[in-house]
T-cell receptor, first 113, second 114 residues
Framework: GNSVTQMEGPVTLSEEAFLTINCTYTATGYPSLFWYVQYPGEGLQLLLKATKADDKGSNKGFEATYRKETTSFHLEKGSVQVSDSAVYFCALNPSGNTGKLIFGQGTTLQVKP | DAGVTQSPTHLIKTRGQQVTLRCSPKSGHDTVSWYQQALGQGPQFIFQYYEEEERQRGNFPDRFSGHQFPNYSSELNVNALLLGDSALYLC?????????????FGQGTRLTVV
């Protein structure tokens, strides 16, 4: 079946530190991969995506590379800010145009000044 | 361009009651999906509507039903509410002709069952 596993949080970093949130997936076929961010009390916002192997998604200083050989899509940012504090979800859309997203459990990031 | 809008934002219901949640998709989108997000968890897929029909369904009981209207807006209905139905309900819209590859989410409806 299809599933997503994220590193457990919370992740606590100081401002300007380097961020990595690990995400691995299990899927049949060729899924699209996504990172969504959820700020307190809000819905989900798409942060970045990659639709095929070796694609790199990037947005607002965040980036993630679709690694088919390791079935991974780790999220990275070189220098985090307090405003990046949120919950981050890795998700996959199974192959085909189903539109059904399968999410990981989420990783809470807390950035301290 | 309005994004995905959901109403109401918060709702409190009693066990056994019925509830209807509403969603208007992003302009130009034709597919609506509903998700349930329990506290501290990732969203779980409930079902998806396209052309006014349910196209896919997740592992949710028949108490959860929905509808899509000709203007693409959608409703989620939950009957015989249980305490465990307390969650954030998220609506997402996408465009089938683009392979539904990018979903836009609303702010969600926070349902509390007491």
């Amino acid at each position: 079946g299809n599933s997503v596993t994220q590193m457990e949080g919370p992740v606590t970093l100081s401002e300007e530190a380097f961020l990595t949130i690990n995400c691995t997936y299990t899927a049949t076929g060729y899924p699209s991969l996504f990172w969504y961010v959820q700020y307190p009390g809000e819905g989900l916002q798409l942060l970045l995506k990659a639709t095929k192997a070796d694609d790199k998604g990037s947005n607002k200083g965040f980036e993630a590379t679709y690694r088919k050989e390791t079935t991974s899509f780790h999220l990275e940012k070189g220098s985090v800010q307090v405003s990046d504090s949120a919950v981050y979800f890795c998700a996959l859309n199974p192959s085909g145009n189903t539109g059904k997203l399968i999410f990981g459990q989420g990783t809470t990031l807390q950035v301290k000044p | 361009d309005a994004g995905v809008t959901q109403s109401p934002t918060h709702l409190i219901k009693t066990r056994g009651q019925q509830v209807t949640l509403r969603c208007s998709p992003k302009s130009g989108h034709d597919t609506v999906s509903w998700y349930q997000q329990a506290l501290g968890q990732g969203p779980q897929f409930i079902f998806q509507y396209y052309e006014e029909e349910e196209r896919q369904r997740g592992n949710f009981p028949d108490r959860f039903s929905g509808h899509q209207f000709p203007n693409y807006s959608s409703e989620l209905n939950v009957n015989a509410l249980l305490l465990g139905d307390s969650a954030l309900y998220l609506c997402a819209s996408s465009l089938r002709s683009h392979g539904n590859t990018e979903a836009f989410f609303g702010q969600g409806t926070r349902l509390t069952v007491v």
